[in-house]
């Protein structure tokens, strides 16, 4: 028997699996340039991607449970996504 893999799923697996060839890529890339700036500028631009592919696969989530959950919870979701890319840029 095969199994249907909802669309919102798929996206957010291709997401993560994407996100994290990067991550790995990117500290290949820091190890064969073996500079501290370079590796720097890279885990920069690496900063950059992390809270983006968490803010969308939430939304695809989000969009896929529209019609399962209430609006309060969306909010205090949102919210909570808020405050992790705050916290993760104070120093």
């Not at 993560?16 to 885990?43: C, D, H, P, Q, T």
Request: aromatic share 4%; charged share 10%; with cysteine.
């Amino acid at each position: 028997m095969m199994t249907i893999i909802e669309k919102s799923v798929l996206a957010m697996v291709i997401l993560r699996v994407l996100s994290g060839s990067i991550e790995v890529s990117a500290g290949l890339l820091m190890l064969k340039l073996n500079n501290l700036e370079k590796a720097f500028y890279i885990n920069t631009m690496l900063a950059l991607v992390g809270p983006t592919v968490l803010i969308v696969t939430t939304a695809i989530a989000l969009f896929g449970l529209a019609d399962k959950i209430s609006v309060t919870r969306i909010i205090c979701l949102f919210t909570g996504i808020t405050l992790i890319i705050i916290s993760s840029h104070v120093k």
